[in-house]
Every structure is written in structure tokens, then in C-alpha cells.
């Protein structure tokens, strides 16, 4: 650990003039309720506690993995900056000598936005005594920037992933979320149409950066962590090259479900009903634009093809709530690309994803949703339905840009756009051959979708045979022990005898398909032959010479998960 090297004057402060002056400070703190002010006897330990200065431990190799975790890491509403206040007691570990390149942290999951940046303004721990009001947040808290709450994709892969997360590495509590965490929103957005979703993370109240600006005080968060992890994002958003996947995604399909989970039993989900209802699939119904024109014959094709009911659902007419209850009991979600797409999450294993694009979009160039159906154990069957009909297609060259309206643009780029059949990949956001084509409405051909649909069950019903409902935390085995060489009964043959005890562990691993790797190496050369056997003995003679030392290494594996060597042992054939 290393201290910030402040001179010696500002460090060793007099501590009687410190509290001197501290004493004549306003302080407040934050309770039950966001900016509660009570008096309380605790304010003169509060304010001696602040004195000693504020702290940072931070982990991450760079900008974009780097969480900090902080003592008395305050904010300034009036010059919009977090203060860090060197004291006698400050440390600093795991920052770099320039923060500045271009900034400490991202505050947002989205890597590398520079609307998403923090770093604080160093203050000698004097300075308070400029502020004569100061209001303490005494939680917990976690301080982060929401990337588009407006937008339910981005608030389940860019917000609550990542928060839960976060939340689970700093929790000491024994559940999976510690729900006394305070989460402070500090992107400046007011609280948007899902911020219910976020209130399932804390019994605290939410903090926004709006309600520090009222506030006009200096706000002082005393401990937390400030910034979020990027372990479970899988896409980015074209900002720098066109949109994708992620090049390294950790996240799983069993680690989604601990997610889903925690979000079923918050919304009071744990025992659903609509585990009775017979099978059903849920197409999802989009209200202003982008819509299926004939929703309505679609919805009845599946019904008759699948033999099935088919609930249509949207953000209008069904709560997240009865959304999460629906799709989590469903065969299948079918819906044209779209935000609501994310919900897919909740679909249980061996379910199927059907995502609907309009005339010109490539599915291949936009794929968050088949990214997520493909994580390792998400065990969803995605496919997708492209419209190649430019007559089922029904544009609005008329609307405003931002909605794919062309009129802004010369009548040689409208033709260009017009003519174009397939969008070419681009980067985000503003593109308007991509405006002008996402934002299509479209009629659905039942053939050639019943024809995707048929071959979604083909598939499926392949998967189902070979699909193992295995656990994501696999069980590894341990050593194979007592490895023993002898020379073969069988005289003036080159050989050798090996037996050994399998793993201790081996009958906590239900095993299906078990055997051992022996490796042969003779001492002095880098070659060696390997056996799989699936026996604990054996006389191995091929490619072995007489009077020869050999290197013995074994080990188990179970259902492909390989175990680890046990100790080499030195054999010497006759």
C-alpha cells in the first residue's frame, strides 16, 4: 500500500486546531430515508472520523476492470466532482500515478464511454472548513452510473447484472445480495420507467444524483465501492467498431439463473402458478413501431403448428412481473428485435428464442439475444427469421431521424438508402440506413416462418438428447494415489506393471464415464506415448525398450473434466 505524498504541513495538521475547526461544521446524517436530517450523539465521532481522511483500495489492471472500494469519498453537487480528502489516516493502493489516462474508473458496465468517467479532485482535509453544511451517508454504498434506464436491454445487461454482481463481491451477508447495500445513481438520469427494478436490489432508498443537487450540500458517502463490474456484459454497442459480442465473455447460463432467481423470489415468484397451465409459447407484441402487422393470423399460425395457446405480451400491457411469470413457464418467446428480447433470460432450460428481423437487417450483424441463448448453460435454442419480402414492408422516410425518417437528407442519399436491400455493418447510432430500416414495420410470411419454427423443434429435439443439465461448478477429481511400477512376470520382454487407487473423491463425483490417462516419458527425452484405460492396472509393453528408467505421470478423468496429474513416479524396465 502506498500513501499519497502530501507535505508534511498539511498531514500533521495540529489536531486541536482540527477539531477546532470541525466543530463549527453542520454535519447530517443520512438514516432511514435519503436525507433524513436527525441529530444524533454519534455526529462529534462522525466528524472526527472524516477529519482523519478519506481511503481507496482499488483492484484492476486498468480503466476498464478497476473497482475501488473507499472510506469517505465525498461529492460536491456545486462544482459536479467526487472530493477525496487527504488526511492522517489516508491510503491509496491500487491507483496509478496518472489517473488521468483518461480517467481512474468506468462508472458504467459499457466500457470506455467517455459519459461514464470517474475520478475525484485531491483536497488537503482542511478544506472541509469551507463547507459549512456536510451531510453524511453512513451505509454502505455502492456509487455507479446507470447506462439507459429508459431502455429494459440496457437496464438488465448494462445495470442489474452488473450490480448484483458487484454487490455479491462486497456483501457480508450470508444471502446472495446484501440488501442494506445503499446504491447510489449518480449518471444524472431521473428514475425512469423500471426503476422498480432496481429498488429489488436494497431496502434502502435509492440515491440520484438529482437529490444531491437539491440537497446543495457537501455529501460525504462514508464507506462503499465506487464503480461496477464488467464480468457478466457479453455485447458491445458499435460505439468504436460495429456491434458484437464481446471478445471474452465469463458469464454463464448457471450463473444467469442465480440472477433470474434472486429477481423471481423479489417479485414474490417463487411458487408460480402457471406451472399448470398447459404449453404455451409467448409472442411478444411491440406498440409504437418496428410492429408485426399481422400479429394477429402470426399468433394463430404458431397456435395451430405447435398446438399450443399463445400469450402475446407487452411493455404495455403486461407488468415485468407478469412478464418474468409468463416466460419463465414458456416453450418459447418469439419477437421482432427489440429491447423486450432480454427477457428471454428468464425462459427455462430447453426453451427456444425466435427472434424476428425486418427487410435489410442482417441477423448475423446484430446478435445480443442468440449471444445470451448461446452463453455455456443457458440451454435455449435460438433461431431467427429474417424478412426477404420488400413488399411485406412498411417504412417511415416521413418521421424524424432518430426514428428513421429520411427527409433531413439531399435526395441522392434518400435514393441510396431506399435502394439499398441490406444494411452493411456500422457503427452505433446514428446510421440512417440502419434508422431507416430497423424501424420498419413488417408483415410476417406465416410460410417461411412455420418453416423456421418447424426446424427450432428439429433442433431442439436434437439437443434434448444430447443436452446435459449438468451443474455450471463442475467437480474436478483429485490425484490418482499409490502409484506403483514392477517388473512384468513374463521374462526378457521389455515392460512394465503399473497399478494404482483412484481418487479419494472419485465416489462424491457420480461418475458416467471414467477412465485414467498414463503418460510414459523416457528419462532424458521430451517425447512421450500416452494410454486411456479405464482400469487401475495394467502391463504396458509398446514402445517401451529394455533396461530403460522411465517418468510415470497418471491421472483421472471424469465425464471430459480432467483431473490433475498425481505425483510422478521413476519405473525401470528389466
Same mark, same amino acid.
Given at each position: 500500500?502506498?500513501?499519497?505524498?502530501?507535505?508534511?504541513?498539511?498531514?500533521?495538521?495540529?489536531?486541536?486546531?482540527?477539531?477546532?475547526?470541525?466543530?463549527?461544521?453542520?454535519?447530517?446524517?443520512?438514516?432511514?430515508?435519503?436525507?433524513?436530517?436527525?441529530?444524533?450523539?454519534?455526529?462529534?465521532?462522525?466528524?472526527?472520523?472524516?477529519?482523519?481522511?478519506?481511503?481507496?483500495?482499488c483492484t484492476g489492471h486498468n480503466r476498464s476492470s478497476r473497482i475501488c472500494k473507499f472510506r469517505f469519498?465525498?461529492?460536491?453537487?456545486?462544482?459536479?466532482?467526487?472530493?477525496?480528502l487527504h488526511g492522517p489516516e489516508t491510503i491509496i493502493h491500487g491507483v496509478p500515478l496518472n489517473r488521468f489516462d483518461p480517467a481512474?474508473?468506468?462508472?458504467?458496465?459499457?466500457?470506455?464511454?467517455?459519459?461514464?468517467?470517474?475520478?475525484?479532485?485531491?483536497?488537503?482535509?482542511?478544506?472541509?472548513?469551507?463547507?459549512?453544511?456536510?451531510?453524511?451517508?453512513?451505509?454502505?454504498?455502492?456509487?455507479?452510473?446507470?447506462f439507459n434506464p429508459g431502455n429494459?436491454?440496457?437496464?438488465f445487461h448494462d445495470d442489474l447484472l452488473p450490480m448484483y454482481h458487484t454487490m455479491r463481491q462486497f456483501s457480508h451477508s450470508s444471502d446472495s445480495v446484501n440488501l442494506d447495500i445503499?446504491? %447510489?445513481?449518480?449518471?444524472?438520469?431521473?428514475?425512469? !420507467?423500471?426503476? #422498480?427494478l432496481?429498488? +429489488?436490489?436494497? @431496502?434502502?432508498?435509492?440515491?440520484?444524483k438529482r437529490d444531491l443537487k437539491k440537497k446543495n450540500n457537501l455529501t460525504c458517502f462514508q464507506h462503499g465501492v465506487i464503480g461496477i463490474s464488467k464480468y457478466t456484459t457479453w455485447y458491445q454497442y458499435g460505439f468504436k467498431e460495429p456491434q458484437g459480442p464481446l471478445p471474452y465473455i465469463a458469464l454463464t447460463g448457471h450463473y444467469m439463473q442465480h440472477f433470474t432467481g434472486f429477481i423471481k423470489r423479489q417479485l414474490g415468484l417463487e411458487s408460480d402458478s402457471f406451472k399448470s397451465i398447459s404449453p404455451y409459447v409467448v409472442l411478444c407484441s411491440r406498440d409504437h413501431n418496428r410492429l408485426i402487422i399481422n400479429e394477429l393470423d402470426l399468433s394463430l399460425a404458431i397456435a395451430r403448428h405447435l398446438n399450443?395457446? %399463445?400469450?402475446?405480451?407487452?411493455?404495455?400491457?403486461? !407488468?415485468?412481473? #407478469?412478464?418474468?411469470? +409468463?416466460?419463465? @413457464?414458456?416453450?418459447?418467446?418469439?419477437?421482432?428485435?427489440?429491447?423486450m428480447l432480454i427477457m428471454g433470460i428468464f425462459l427455462p432450460p430447453g426453451a427456444s428464442l425466435i427472434e424476428l428481423y425486418p427487410y435489410g437487417i442482417n441477423p448475423n450483424n446484430y446478435t445480443p439475444y442468440?449471444?445470451?441463448?448461446?452463453?455455456?448453460?443457458?440451454?435455449?435454442?435460438?433461431?431467427?427469421?429474417?424478412?426477404?419480402?420488400?413488399?411485406?414492408?412498411?417504412?417511415?422516410?416521413?418521421?424524424?431521424?432518430?426514428?428513421?425518417?429520411?427527409?433531413?437528407?439531399s435526395e441522392e442519399e434518400q435514393q441510396n438508402i431506399i435502394n439499398t436491400k441490406e444494411v452493411s455493418a456500422h457503427l452505433c447510432c446514428n446510421n440512417p440506413y440502419w434508422l431507416y430500416r430497423i424501424y420498419q414495420d413488417t408483415i410476417v410470411d406465416v410460410h417461411s416462418f412455420l418453416s423456421v419454427l418447424k426446424a427450432t423443434e428439429n433442433w431442439q429435439n436434437v439437443l434434448s438428447r444430447k443436452r446435459e443439465f449438468a451443474h455450471e461448478h463442475r467437480l474436478y477429481p483429485g490425484k490418482v494415489v499409490n502409484i506403483t511400477c514392477q517388473i512384468p512376470l513374463e521374462k526378457n520382454e521389455a515392460g512394465l506393471w503399473l497399478s494404482w487407487k483412484p481418487p479419494r473423491n472419485l465416489p462424491y463425483l457420480d461418475a458416467q464415464d471414467l477412465f485414467y490417462e498414463v503418460w510414459i516419458q523416457e528419462v532424458g527425452r521430451d517425447d512421450y506415448v500416452a494410454f486411456k484405460l479405464n482400469f487401475t492396472e495394467y502391463v504396458f509393453k509398446d514402445h517401451l525398450q529394455s533396461n530403460t528408467q522411465y517418468f510415470v505421470w497418471i491421472r483421472c478423468i471424469v465425464d471430459e473434466t480432467e483431473g490433475p496429474f498425481g505425483k510422478v513416479v521413476e519405473c525401470m524396465t528389466q
Open positions: 500500500m502506498r500513501t499519497e505524498a502530501f507535505s508534511q504541513s498539511l498531514l500533521y495538521f495540529s489536531l486541536g486546531l482540527v477539531s477546532s475547526f470541525l466543530l463549527n461544521v453542520t454535519l447530517t446524517r443520512l438514516e432511514t430515508s435519503v436525507f433524513d436530517e436527525i441529530n444524533t450523539p454519534n455526529q462529534i465521532e462522525d466528524k472526527q472520523s472524516l477529519r482523519n481522511g478519506s481511503s481507496l483500495w469519498m465525498c461529492y460536491d453537487p456545486a462544482q459536479d466532482e467526487y472530493l477525496f481512474l474508473l468506468d462508472l458504467s458496465s459499457v466500457d470506455d464511454h467517455n459519459t461514464q468517467y470517474f475520478n475525484y479532485v485531491d483536497y488537503p482535509f482542511q478544506a472541509l472548513e469551507s463547507f459549512p453544511n456536510i451531510t453524511l451517508v453512513n451505509d454502505f454504498s455502492l456509487i455507479f452510473h446507470r429494459i436491454m440496457h437496464v445503499r446504491l %447510489v445513481l449518480m449518471e444524472g438520469w431521473e428514475e425512469g !420507467s423500471y426503476v #422498480e432496481y429498488k +429489488l436490489f436494497t @431496502n434502502r432508498e435509492l440515491i440520484l399450443k395457446q %399463445v400469450f402475446r405480451i407487452s411493455m404495455v400491457t403486461h !407488468s415485468i412481473k #407478469e412478464q418474468v411469470q +409468463l416466460i419463465s @413457464n414458456a416453450d418459447a418467446l418469439i419477437g421482432m428485435h427489440g429491447s442468440r449471444t445470451m441463448a448461446e452463453l455455456p448453460g443457458m440451454s435455449i435454442t435460438y433461431t431467427s427469421w429474417r424478412n426477404k419480402f420488400e413488399e411485406n414492408t412498411v417504412t417511415y422516410p416521413h418521421e424524424t431521424p432518430e426514428s428513421g425518417g429520411i427527409d433531413h437528407l
